[in-house]
């Protein structure tokens, strides 16, 4: 895959990712199924009683447990499901955007070299064995290289939902993040990638308002691909724990990106910087075996194929 300079992109992710100020949190609700009146105060964000009530049997249906440590055998490449195909059809009802989906999240997603090159031929290839992706690269053209108003350095879970931290100039009054992006950019998918960044506090915090954010999604009729976190800052993997948790009880995508960082030389992450958190980064993507790429690259082709992958089972009748 042809990428730019490597230098560049040490100044940008150290700009990103070294210093990351704590999002206030939202005041909590009595319930988190009750979030979209506080998500959003526009009138694009008021959905209608069937869509609420898909959303509370979404939440409310039993789903299998996972086992301790078993997320970390979950397939890098979610598979889709029926309750991910209502979600998809609900959305289209509500007038989503097929073509569209949106980026959701921190200073790991915030960057220039985050899936931006498939927006501009010339800056990538994808060789042989992956041609196939040029139709998802086609497909969604435009959402590759889109500044997401739901993706800024320092984001957490708690500032996704918090009006506060949102774009004044774009987002409206009271309007949260992840509102204002799926009101202006109407995605039929978001693809959610959340670190550790949320001042040490327990993977239940996390959950809750990770929780809160699936939710939300999923009354938006937006299809919600959950994204492993490649570190384990918190030295335990609850966060990533949480996060399969979560995709397994709202049966929604999960893209198993820790498990596919494991083969590669110091699982992804960059030696220079050695500190867990980083990602590695090589130019020469198709030019090494697959357990000598580096975490960039890989990120952007696992990230890729997991688009890939749902689009096409969403397209099965």
Request: with cysteine.
């Given at each position: 895959?042809?990428?730019?300079?490597?230098?560049?992109?040490?100044?940008?992710?150290?700009?990103?990712?070294?210093?990351?100020?704590?999002?206030?949190?939202?005041?909590?609700?009595?319930?988190?199924?009750?979030t979209?009146?506080?998500?959003?105060?526009?009138?694009?964000?008021?959905?209608?009683?069937?869509?609420?009530?898909?959303?509370?049997?979404?939440?409310?249906?039993?789903?299998?447990?996972?086992?301790?440590d078993?997320?970390?055998?979950?397939?890098?490449?979610?598979?889709?499901?029926?309750?991910?195909?209502?979600?998809?059809?609900?959305?289209?009802?509500?007038?989503?955007?097929?073509?569209?989906?949106?980026k959701?999240?921190?200073?790991?997603?915030?960057?220039?070299f985050?899936l931006?090159?498939?927006?501009?031929?010339?800056?990538?290839?994808?060789?042989?064995?992956?041609?196939?992706?040029?139709?998802?690269?086609?497909?969604?053209?435009?959402?590759?290289?889109?500044?997401?108003?739901?993706?800024r350095?320092?984001?957490?879970?708690?500032?996704i939902?918090?009006?506060?931290?949102?774009?004044?100039?774009?987002?409206?009054?009271?309007?949260?993040p992840?509102?204002?992006?799926?009101?202006?950019?109407?995605?039929?998918?978001?693809?959610?990638?959340?670190?550790?960044?949320?001042?040490?506090?327990?993977?239940?915090?996390?959950?809750?308002?990770?929780?809160?954010?699936?939710?939300?999604?999923?009354?938006?009729?937006?299809?919600?691909?959950?994204?492993?976190?490649?570190?384990?800052?918190?030295?335990?993997?609850?966060?990533?724990?949480?996060?399969?948790?979560?995709?397994?009880?709202?049966?929604?995508?999960?893209?198993?990106?820790?498990?596919?960082?494991?083969?590669?030389?110091?699982?992804?992450?960059?030696?220079?910087?050695?500190?867990?958190?980083?990602?590695?980064?090589?130019?020469?993507?198709?030019?090494?075996?697959?357990?000598?790429?580096?975490?960039?690259?890989?990120?952007n082709?696992?990230?890729?194929?997991?688009?890939?992958?749902?689009?096409?089972?969403?397209?099965?009748?």
């Amino acid at each position: 895959m042809k990428v730019r300079h490597l230098f560049l992109l040490l100044l940008m992710l150290l700009a990103a990712c070294t210093i990351a100020p704590t999002a206030t949190p939202q005041p909590e609700t009595e319930s988190t199924s009750t979030t979209s009146t506080s998500l959003s105060a526009s009138p694009e964000a008021t959905k209608s009683e069937a869509a609420i009530a898909a959303t509370e049997e979404f939440a409310a249906t039993p789903r299998p447990t996972l086992g301790p440590d078993e997320w970390m055998t979950l397939p890098v490449i979610p598979e889709v499901t029926d309750t991910t195909h209502e979600i998809y059809a609900r959305g289209l009802a509500m007038g989503r955007d097929p073509n569209a989906f949106s980026k959701i999240g921190d200073c790991q997603t915030n960057t220039g070299f985050y899936l931006v090159d498939f927006d501009h031929k010339g800056w990538y290839s994808l060789g042989e064995e992956y041609a196939y992706l040029q139709d998802t690269i086609d497909y969604y053209e435009g959402s590759y290289s889109r500044t997401s108003l739901a993706m800024r350095d320092g984001y957490n879970v708690a500032a996704i939902l918090t009006p506060l931290r949102a774009d004044p100039k774009m987002c409206e009054k009271g309007e949260t993040p992840i509102a204002c992006e799926f009101r202006l950019h109407n995605p039929s998918i978001a693809v959610i990638s959340l670190e550790t960044n949320f001042s040490g506090r327990p993977a239940d915090d996390y959950g809750k308002y990770m929780r809160q954010i699936v939710e939300y999604s999923i009354e938006q009729g937006v299809v919600p691909i959950l994204a492993t976190k490649g570190d384990n800052l918190e030295g335990d993997h609850s966060i990533n724990a949480e996060i399969a948790k979560i995709a397994v009880e709202y049966d929604i995508p999960l893209w198993n990106f820790w498990a596919a960082l494991q083969p590669l030389p110091n699982n992804g992450h960059s030696i220079e910087w050695n500190d867990g958190f980083h990602l590695s980064f090589s130019r020469n993507f198709f030019d090494q075996p697959k357990n000598m790429l580096s975490g960039w690259p890989w990120r952007n082709l696992t990230a890729l194929q997991a688009l890939d992958a749902v689009r096409r089972g969403l397209q099965e009748q």
